[in-house]
């Protein structure tokens, strides 16, 4: 059997935006000390003259592209979750969701798969963050394919988009000839009729690994890709709800105010369902290899297989 190729989302995002650079002379690219991290120095390498290094000053550099937004420019920042959903929470909000300007965000190293770096830069709470921005579009691809797609789809919407990309290196589990992207549309990578599962990042590919496992169990798992946290396909959540009448929510991502919170905010209103929401338990995380810490936290394919197993019976 061959072996599964990974790659890390934030390479996708590197890859992706030189792509579209060959294609859109109006992509500016902007990074704050940390394009070899990012990857955007893939593009700064390509386009060297609309790469802009704005140095450790986040803030400034999301007030540079509001700027460069109204000038008919489409420029992505990049940074750390932390920093670009966190220490810049003001300046996304007030000089870039406040207007709805054009501008993209690239948040690169989310969730507790940044690893030895710690607590301080595992960004567990971006997400929650960035959907309570009016009008801000929220995505947080599964894979490379999906990743560069998503940076695709950013470009040709015309507002506010928050990127949430990996870097931990993950399986490619959408190469396929029919895989399409479109935003605010989940995607139903697995049917099943006992507990639909709801999975966005890199938790999308750890809970189709689970689904095989419940199956020996006799637990037939509706597995259903999120990309897209908001917009939320609510038409999608609620069919899939009433159809196996149990719903859990997977998340690199604390359990408050992400996909968990999307999915029972629409279910309470819409289709009251039996839930559980998997992810981080209103904790930090901890300094350590990001395998072990996916594990240690019950996030990876045999802590999900547990908890989905027990909620199901």
């Given at each position: 059997m061959s072996e599964v190729k990974k790659i890390a989302t934030r390479e996708s995002y590197g890859n992706a935006l030189v792509e579209l650079g060959k294609e859109h002379e109006d992509l500016i690219v902007l990074d704050?000390?940390?394009a070899g991290a990012t990857k955007t120095s893939i593009f700064q390498k390509a386009f060297?003259?609309?790469?802009?290094d704005c140095g450790i000053a986040e803030c400034n550099m999301t007030g540079i592209a509001a700027g460069l937004s109204t000038c008919g420019k489409v420029p992505f920042i990049s940074s750390f979750a932390m920093?670009?959903?966190?220490?810049?929470?003001?300046?996304?909000?007030?000089?870039?969701?406040?207007?709805?300007?054009?501008?993209?965000?690239?948040?690169?190293?989310?969730?507790?798969?940044?690893?030895?770096?710690?607590?301080?830069?595992?960004?567990?709470?971006?997400?929650?963050?960035?959907?309570?921005?009016?009008?801000?579009?929220?995505?947080?691809?599964?894979d490379d394919v999906e990743a560069r797609a998503a940076v695709r789809a950013a470009y040709d919407y015309v507002g506010p988009v928050y990127l949430r990309f990996g870097r931990l290196a993950v399986p490619v589990i959408n190469d396929k000839p029919d895989y399409k992207f479109e935003i605010g549309k989940g995607i139903v990578l697995r049917e099943g009729k006992d507990v639909t599962i709801f999975a966005t990042g890199l938790e999308v590919c750890e809970s189709l690994k689970a689904a095989e496992m419940l199956e020996k169990d006799g637990i037939l798992a509706e597995v259903i890709n999120i990309h897209t946290i908001k917009p939320l396909d609510e038409e999608l959540v609620v069919a899939s709800a009433l159809k196996t009448g149990k719903v859990v929510t997977v998340e690199e991502h604390s359990v408050i105010g992400g996909l968990g919170s999307a999915v029972a905010e629409t279910l309470c209103e819409k289709a009251p369902t039996k839930m559980l929401r998997i992810g981080v338990n209103d904790c930090f995380g901890e300094s350590g290899p990001a395998v072990e810490l996916l594990h240690k936290y019950e996030l990876d394919a045999e802590g999900i297989y547990k908890k989905v197993k027990s909620f199901a019976k």
């Open positions: 704050a000390d940390l060297p003259d609309r790469h802009w920093f670009a959903a966190g220490r810049n929470f003001e300046q996304v909000r007030n000089s870039i969701g406040y207007p709805h300007l054009n501008v993209k965000i690239g948040a690169t190293h989310a969730g507790i798969s940044v690893g030895e770096d710690g607590a301080t830069h595992q960004c567990l709470e971006d997400l929650a963050l960035m959907r309570e921005i009016p009008g801000m579009v929220v995505i947080n691809p599964s």
